[in-house]
């Protein structure tokens, strides 16, 4: 499967952003999608996901409630809608696609996109 992230940009503190990520190749719904974030010098880390099948959720506990991720299967699309933003947000945002559900691991999903930057001013 293939995966291109898009959206990202410059927002001010307190705004809001939605990334997509389009997918293409291997059935869609064959994958958990995931969200992963790297900030300058930092590791990267899990946002959300969004499972195969009934399409359910689960997120990073600190970005819960601002953050919402969703999918459309006839779209092939996956996007992250992201609110009240703050400045530690600021990070380059990829998409990946992966096998089990649940997990937090990057390690854990086969396939990335290239990133979108999203710089949060204060």
């Known amino acids: 499967v293939q995966l291109q992230a898009f959206g990202g940009g410059l927002v001010q503190a307190g705004g809001s952003l939605t990334l997509s990520c389009a997918a293409s190749?291997?059935?869609?719904?064959?994958?958990?999608m995931g969200w992963f974030r790297q900030a300058p010098g930092e590791e990267r880390e899990f946002v959300a996901a969004?499972?195969?099948?009934?399409?359910?959720?689960y997120y990073a506990d600190s970005l819960k409630g601002r953050f919402t991720i969703s999918g459309d299967n006839a779209k092939n699309t996956v996007y992250l809608k992201m609110n009240s933003l703050k400045p530690e947000d600021t990070a380059v945002y990829y998409c990946?696609?992966?096998?089990?559900?649940?997990?937090?691991?990057?390690?854990?999903?086969?396939?990335w996109g290239q990133g979108t930057l999203v710089t949060v001013s204060s």
């Open positions: 969004i499972g195969r099948s009934d399409r359910s959720t």
């Open positions: 190749g291997r059935t869609f719904r064959s994958y958990v």
């Open positions: 990946a696609a992966g096998l089990q559900y649940g997990s937090t691991w990057s390690a854990t999903y086969g396939y």
